[in-house]
């Protein structure tokens, strides 16, 4: 596996509105390996969105490089990286078209690129949905099922697109904790099937460790890695991991750093952007 | 132990669908046709009904009797054993999405007598008949989570497929919203509503004769004169010259409403999508925009030499700022992750503007729409009172200098039916272009 090897490199960012600027990322340097799913934990407005936005291509740069499988995304000479379908975001709130069906949604990257003609589109969407278990719901809008069921249709609308990487804005922070839990399972349900790298914000201990293989603690803002996690418990995990002893030890060696960051972030007042 | 429903044992079966939760309150055709592929059996007491991860193929109803329904423990329903009895529906398993086998073990406590239904057969009878088999589903899901305590996600029906859902326009939503709406209370208190208004009329006028009100022409007055095959004052339902009085004004109306959509929309799109754009424009939009229709009049007979162009120029100036400015606000209200979403996917600059723009700003577009039409009339009648031959606005004011007061009504009450049909009319059309929003809407009364 040597796809979806994404390499952030000092990066900075400041927000500079009127003069006045913030400063989100500080000397950022991470590299995420090709396949894993790294964890991204920090309190909220610690800069965690900014960081995923860069690689997205959503905003500039200040200074630093991202790179990905050897192309340089973004660098002092290209300060804002091109979004395309190597790199696809599910975003915090959701961001399937209301106004399209389940399956339109799902058709609409490879369409939209010109790699497959509608029809075969549709066969390979209705397959992809079937496989997830939500063939009931192609012809729904996004609006008529549950918010869970939306995020994996948003998964499976990304991973049509074959990409690299995916790029997951706190998919899960709306839904109930019952929900979520599902949620978890069924996204390393997928993620076993489809093996791309997986660059997973979140600002909720317990889930980074259930699902990451790193989990990547962040200072509160400016952000950086504070601490970086080995999760040594063996995937296919599925929902016992959570009551396993190694569970409790890592969440205990790690959740110090967490609550402190927190503290600080909570101290200093950050809000999100 | 099955038996196929013989006949009488079909009003049996019948009268036992009409006391559960999901068929309730289907009609009695359906009902009939759901009998129709019940079948009977009887369990002894003790007997096991069926166990968990069982194929899950029939579903059924309890005709006497009592059985335990405790589910598997993975389901994470809150309370994992219930009884049934009569009317109690069990076995739907095979309803649920991506749900084949059984998701619990029922065992007959009593002797119990059951209805089966296959569960193919029965969604095949509810894709025959998408809306009330529609209902039926949903209701299917709120008994699943309420009665059985299965958590939400879980409880999540089957879509009814097949040609006539797929196919099930905005137009059938649109005539079953009718029917939901007639049968809930609101058009009756409706009529209370007009009855009131017009009893107050009738008495104020005719009977109490109160000041002020006494000069109006009356309610009576009023209807005789509009039903009267020979009206006193020319004009009433029997005389063709009142149709081409509302055709004049409703031509009038749909020039410039055309007019103002098929410019306003392209502007107002432009405005919300080319910042550049938008600074040009918008600020003597902005300066045009307040001022008040009739204050164009006198300038619009100098621009237009015919009186006719000059009139429905006036209808297309209000409803184009109005049709405009809601379709800028459409686009700037549209999420900024959908656009971000679409370049993730590869879309280029078009294809968002034809995939997301578009439809993101349409619920907006026809807002502007509907107030659009309404402006479109407001401005058409003062152009036709101060220019112009034919038309309502015409009607009113020459019955006005000629004192036919009863006529100045006629006029009114015209123009209030034939606007509101107009912008029932707009709200149709965007029901079509928005069934996604329908049904948005649709689930959110519920
Ligand atoms: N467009 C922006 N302009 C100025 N400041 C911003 C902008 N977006 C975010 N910020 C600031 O950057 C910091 C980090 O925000 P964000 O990356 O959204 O945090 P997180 O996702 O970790 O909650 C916050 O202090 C926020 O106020
Ligand atoms: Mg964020």
Redesign the pocket.
């Known amino acids: 596996m040597t796809r979806g090897h994404i390499v952030i490199e000092d990066v900075v960012k400041v927000?500079?509105?009127q003069g006045a600027a913030?400063m989100?990322v500080d000397h950022c340097t991470l590299a995420i390996e090709p396949g894993e799913i790294c964890m991204i934990v920090?309190?909220?407005?610690?800069?965690?969105?900014?960081?995923?936005?860069a690689v997205a291509g959503f905003?500039e740069i200040t200074s630093g490089r991202i790179i990905m499988d050897g192309e340089v995304l973004c660098s002092p000479e290209k300060p804002r990286s091109t979004p395309g379908p190597d790199r696809i975001v599910v975003f915090q709130n959701g961001a399937l078209f209301p106004w399209k069906t389940n399956l339109d949604n799902v058709i609409f990257g490879p369409v939209m690129q010109g790699k497959l003609a509608r029809k075969e589109a549709i066969d390979k969407g209705r397959a992809m949905l079937a496989d997830a278990g939500l063939s009931g719901v192609e012809h729904n809008y996004p609006g008529e099922v549950s918010s869970g069921m939306r995020r994996r249709v948003e998964i499976v609308r990304a991973l049509m697109n074959d990409p690299k990487a995916l790029l997951l804005?706190?998919p899960y922070r709306a839904l109930d904790s019952l929900t979520k839990s599902v949620m978890h399972e069924a996204l390393l349900e997928i993620y076993y099937k489809n093996k791309v790298t997986i660059f997973f914000?979140t600002?909720d201990l317990e889930e980074a460790i259930f699902l990451g293989h790193r989990v990547a603690i962040m200072t509160t803002?400016p952000?950086k890695p504070k601490k970086i996690l080995n999760v040594d418990i063996p995937h296919p995990r599925d929902y016992s991991a959570l009551t396993s002893k190694r569970f409790r030890e890592l969440i205990e060696e790690t959740n110090d750093a967490v609550h402190e960051e927190a503290w600080k972030a909570f101290q200093a007042g950050?809000?999100?952007? | 132990m099955d038996a196929a429903l013989r006949l009488g044992a079909a009003d049996e079966a019948i009268a036992v669908l009409r006391e559960t939760t999901p068929f309730g309150d289907a009609s009695e055709a359906l009902l009939a046709r759901i009998a129709g592929i019940a079948r009977r059996a009887r369990y002894a007491a003790g007997a096991r009904i069926y166990s968990a991860d069982d194929a899950a193929d029939d579903i059924f109803v309890v005709l006497s009797g009592r059985a335990e329904h405790v589910f598997k423990p993975e389901v994470g329903a809150r309370e994992a054993l219930r009884r049934v009895t009569r009317g109690g529906v069990f076995g739907w398993a095979g309803l649920l999405l991506g749900q084949t086998q059984r998701l619990a073990t029922v065992t007959a406590i009593e002797p119990t007598e059951v209805l089966r239904i296959d569960t193919e057969a029965l969604v095949g009878l509810l894709e025959s008949e998408p809306l009330e088999g529609g209902h039926v589903m949903e209701r299917f899901a709120s008994m699943i989570q309420r009665e059985f305590t299965l958590p939400a996600l879980l409880a999540q029906v089957r879509r009814l497929s097949g040609p006539l859902t797929e196919e099930m326009s905005s137009l059938s939503l649109t005539l079953y919203r009718l029917s939901l709406w007639l049968r809930s209370p609101r058009p009756y208190l409706m009529l209370v509503g007009f009855a009131l208004f017009l009893g107050f009329w009738y008495l104020a006028v005719e009977v109490w004769k109160l000041p002020r009100f006494r000069e109006m022409p009356g309610l009576t007055n009023v209807v005789r004169e509009w039903l009267s095959p020979s009206p006193t004052y020319g004009l009433s339902l029997y005389i063709a010259e009142y149709y081409q009085h509302i055709a004049m004004s409703v031509w009038r109306v749909a020039q410039g409403f055309f007019l103002a959509t098929v410019l306003g929309v392209p502007v107002g799109l432009l405005l919300g999508w080319s910042r550049s754009f938008k600074e040009y424009v918008f600020p003597v939009f902005e300066t045009l925009r307040p001022i008040p229709i009739l204050a164009w009049v006198p300038l619009a007979i100098v621009m237009f030499i015919a009186t006719e162009s000059a009139v429905v120029y006036l209808a297309f100036l209000a409803s184009f700022f109005a049709t405009a400015l809601n379709t800028m606000l459409g686009v700037e209200s549209i999420d900024e992750s959908y656009v971000r979403a679409a370049n993730c996917l590869g879309a280029d600059r078009w294809q968002v503007f034809r995939h997301v723009i578009i439809p993101g700003a349409l619920p907006f577009i026809f807002t502007g729409l509907q107030i659009s039409i309404g402006v479109s009339w407001f401005s058409l009648v003062a152009a036709e009172m101060v220019s112009g031959q034919y038309g309502l606005g015409y009607v009113i004011w020459t019955s006005y200098v000629m004192v036919r007061y009863p006529t100045i009504v006629i006029g009114m009450v015209t123009l209030g039916i034939v606007g509101y049909v107009t912008s029932a009319l707009v709200r149709i059309a965007g029901d079509y272009l928005m069934e996604w929003r329908v049904r948005e809407l649709a689930l959110a009364e519920r």
């Open positions: 927000y500079d509105p913030v989100a920090g309190p909220s407005g610690c800069g965690k969105t900014t960081l995923l936005n905003h804005d706190e914000i600002h803002r952000c950050e809000k999100e952007g």
